[in-house]
C-alpha cells in the first residue's frame, strides 16, 4: 500500500545506478518505514540520489550510493523509501 504522499519520479542514468536503468519509474514513499539494506531516495544538494540504508545498534544510519557501492553518502535529508521501480520496456 501506498501512501498518500507517495510519488514516481522518473531516473536518470546518474540517479539509477546499477539498482535501475535510465528511463525507470521510482516509487517512493516518504512515510514509509526503512530497514537494514532498504532502497532509500536522499536529496544532496538540491540532487535526488538512490541509496541504500545501514545501521548498527546505537549508531546513525549509513547510506550507501546505489551507484557506487564504495562511496558513502551524507543526505541533507531522506525523501522517502523506494517502494517499488516499475522498468522502462527496451
Do not use: C, M, W
Amino acid at each position: 500500500n501506498l501512501g498518500s504522499e507517495s510519488y514516481g519520479v522518473i531516473l536518470t542514468s546518474e540517479i539509477a545506478g546499477i539498482v535501475s536503468g535510465a528511463g525507470d519509474l521510482a516509487l517512493i514513499d516518504p512515510n514509509a518505514p526503512h530497514t537494514q539494506g532498504d532502497l532509500v531516495a536522499l536529496k544532496v544538494e538540491g540532487t535526488l540520489k538512490l541509496a541504500r540504508r545501514y545501521s548498527l545498534p546505537g549508531r546513525a544510519n549509513v547510506y550507501v550510493d546505489a551507484s557506487n557501492d564504495r562511496e558513502l553518502i551524507s543526505p541533507d535529508y531522506v525523501a522517502g523509501k523506494v517502494v517499488f521501480i516499475l522498468r522502462r520496456l527496451p
